[in-house]
């Protein structure tokens, strides 16, 4: 299903040539002087049905945030190790992630809502690459190198405005 004004072919490309990809990292937690600030230390414990993490259980100093790597507004969030791989979220502010998350900033030319919508629905297909190992993981080169097609930037952005609607009357529903 297609939106009338658009009929270009959607290109196959990797992960890793639509966005860069930063795999999360932990400050030490031995340092108490970076934990209980203000800004968000996302971890797979945070991701639930909401599309957004607004809020985390775990927060960072501006001494523990400065230790980690920095995500940008926007970007799509993808757990990769554990028992939770495929949660799928994104951030509506400037935060750090632990190492159990691959974050996706897109390019110039496609759109973190639209990547955040295709991830979303291909979580479960991921999470089949994980293997049964004690702890599955899918790590970041083999993440980057996954394989979808993409619209125009245009398209991809009426479709996210579209599937981001759907998304707001479900949550005013529930």
Known sequence: LRFKQFNEDWECKLLDEVSKITTGSTPPTSKKEYYGGNRLFVSPADIGDNRYVTSTKTTLTE??????????????????????????????????SNQQIN??????????????????CNAKK???????????????TDFS????????LLEQQ?????????DKKIQLLE
């Open 145 to 152: 190198k996954f394989k979808f097609y993409f619209p125009s």
């Open 63 to 96: 001494l523990g945030f400065n230790e980690g790597r920095e995500l940008d507004k926007g970007s799509v969030l993808f757990v990769c190790i554990g028992s939770t791989i495929g949660k799928t979220a994104q951030i509506n502010e400037v935060s750090v």
């Open 126 to 140: 991921i999470k089949r690459f994980a293997g049964v190992q004690a702890v599955p993981q899918i790590n970041k």
């Open 103 to 120: 974050a996706l900033t897109a390019n110039s030319d496609n759109s973190n809502d639209f990547i955040f919508s295709l991830l979303s």
């Open 158 to 166: 009426k479709i996210a405005e579209f599937l981001c609607s759907v």
